[in-house]
């Protein structure tokens, strides 16, 4: 039995890197966006969170490198990729993982405070735990204000997108009754 999962893990695996490498960009993209929901999902971290997140950090590009050495989509430092068992942070499975559970993480640390969270994802939590809010950084503080940008125009994107389906659901419902 142990056999068995071991085989469709590998397999698995096997599928998610074919799919990185052969498959076009736009492809890549939505793999990735399907990683970010599903281990959003799994770590109760809220996608648009993690979309917005993407968004600033590697503006979807797998293989993003900073200047500082951060890796892939989530752009994640090798310390950090170590500490939530990314071993390969060009992956964009492990990457976005990764990043989730590092954002999971921060959130229970700083109690559900996004701008907290955000920013202590930019900067490490050493800083902004000392701290908190009385963190005086330009980078850091525009960091937090464009990702809280996105992440709230994603939240009314999906509040209008749930509302455009709910009527859709009503009026397919009064068609058949």
Same mark, same amino acid.
């Given at each position: 039995?142990?056999?068995?999962?071991?085989?469709?893990?590998?397999?698995? &695996?096997?599928?998610?890197?074919?799919?990185?490498? &052969?498959?076009?960009?736009?492809?890549?993209?939505?793999? &990735?966006?399907?990683?970010?929901?599903?281990?959003?999902?799994?770590?109760?971290?809220?996608?648009?969170l993690v979309e917005a997140i *993407?968004? %600033?950090?590697?503006?979807?590009?797998?293989?993003?490198?900073?200047?500082?050495?951060?890796?892939? @989509?989530?752009? @994640?430092?090798? %310390?950090?990729?170590?500490? #939530?068992?990314?071993?390969?942070?060009?992956? +964009?499975? %492990?990457? *976005?993982?990764?990043?989730? =559970?590092?954002?999971?993480?921060?959130?229970? @640390? #700083?109690?559900?405070? +996004?701008? +907290?969270?955000?920013?202590?994802?930019?900067?490490?939590?050493?800083? *902004?735990?000392?701290?908190q809010l009385d963190y005086s &950084?330009?980078?850091?503080? =525009?960091?937090?204000?464009?990702?809280?940008?996105?992440?709230?125009?994603?939240?009314?994107?999906?509040?209008?997108?749930?509302?455009?389906?709910?009527?859709?659901?009503? %009026?397919v419902g009064d068609e058949h009754?």
């Open positions: 039995m142990r056999w068995i999962g071991w085989a469709c893990g590998l397999l698995l &695996s096997m599928q998610v890197a074919a799919a990185q490498v &052969s498959r076009p960009t736009a492809n890549v993209r939505v793999l &990735s966006a399907r990683w970010a929901v599903y281990y959003a999902t799994a770590y109760r971290v809220p996608v648009e *993407i968004d %600033e950090e590697s503006a979807w590009n797998p293989y993003a490198v900073s200047k500082k050495g951060a890796v892939g @989509l989530m752009q @994640l430092m090798p %310390e950090t990729a170590a500490r #939530f068992g990314v071993r390969n942070r060009y992956r +964009l499975d %492990e990457n *976005i993982r990764g990043g989730v =559970a590092y954002l999971a993480w921060l959130n229970r @640390l #700083f109690g559900g405070d +996004l701008r +907290l969270v955000t920013a202590a994802y930019c900067v490490g939590e050493t800083p *902004i735990y000392c701290r &950084s330009p980078d850091v503080h =525009a960091y937090v204000s464009r990702v809280a940008k996105r992440y709230r125009a994603r939240c009314r994107h999906n509040v209008h997108v749930g509302l455009v389906a709910e009527a859709d659901q009503r %009026e009754p």
